[in-house]
């Protein structure tokens, strides 16, 4: 398979990630399946970051890179079929602080999470950063959406059939029946409120440490420390924020 085609194979079946979502990624055993947070299976994934260290071997060539969500080692193993023009392009991602786009494969081993690089290459553009980042909040919206049609034309075809006869103003509410379309509303409101409250307290802050969570946890009275910290885990998880210093502190990715 030459360059080009390999190119447009990976674009169409691998997952755009930031690498805090690869870190966080939810394993069984070291040979089972990788899925992220948000429940897909991780066969493939693509991410941008910048290029910390390089360590050439005999048989592999190890990145460290980082994209400000977190850091992770990525191998790329010769190959001697490898022509010349890979070998360049090898050669031109092997530079401290360049940026690179790897396509590869989540490996785990001894509790620890790397990537094996099918492709590495070097930006050509500082746009290309900009563009990914989007994918990773577009993709994770649409396998959501995705998600919720499926579910809720599972519970509407349940409840037909076994004859269900709820009143309209409750089966209007997108297949759960049995929950009332005020309640469903006042749990979609308080989920809104707990995102924009997360968000607008991290965007607020402009230390370089990023915002403390826990100074949120403490001053807001209307939600509990479990739902603040769910909701800075699905931001995370969808490349909206990552974390700097450690846990606890936070910026967001614009």
């Known amino acids: 398979m030459d360059g080009e085609n390999r190119t447009a194979y990976d674009a169409q079946t691998c997952i755009p990630v930031t690498i805090r979502m690869i870190l966080n990624a939810v394993y069984e055993s070291e040979q089972s399946d990788v899925s992220l947070q948000d429940g897909r299976t991780a066969t493939t994934v693509r991410f941008v970051g910048a290029v910390r260290s390089v360590e050439e071997q005999s048989t592999n060539v190890c990145f460290q890179v980082e994209d400000g969500t977190g850091l992770i080692d990525v191998k790329q193993w010769y190959d001697q079929a490898d022509c010349e023009s890979v070998t360049e392009q090898r050669i031109q991602a092997s530079q401290e602080n360049c940026y690179i786009r790897v396509v590869g494969q989540i490996k785990v081993f001894q509790g620890s999470v790397s990537v094996m690089g099918y492709n590495i290459r070097r930006l050509k553009s500082s746009n290309e950063i900009t563009h990914h980042f989007l994918e990773v909040i577009y993709s994770a919206e649409k396998y959501k959406q995705k998600q919720s049609n499926t579910t809720s034309g599972t519970n509407s075809m349940h409840n037909s059939g076994h004859g269900n006869t709820a009143p309209n103003h409750i089966q209007s509410a997108g297949g759960n029946y049995g929950r009332p379309v005020m309640q469903q509303t006042a ?68």
């Open 187 to 254: 749990s979609y409101s308080t989920n809104n409120a707990i995102n924009d409250a997360v968000l607008n307290f991290i965007k607020q802050d402009t230390s370089k440490e990023g915002a403390d969570i826990r100074i949120l946890i403490s001053n807001n009275r209307n939600f509990s420390e479990k739902q603040v910290r769910e909701k800075v885990e699905e931001l995370a998880s969808n490349g909206l924020i990552y974390s700097t210093i450690n846990e606890n502190h936070w910026n967001d990715i614009a």
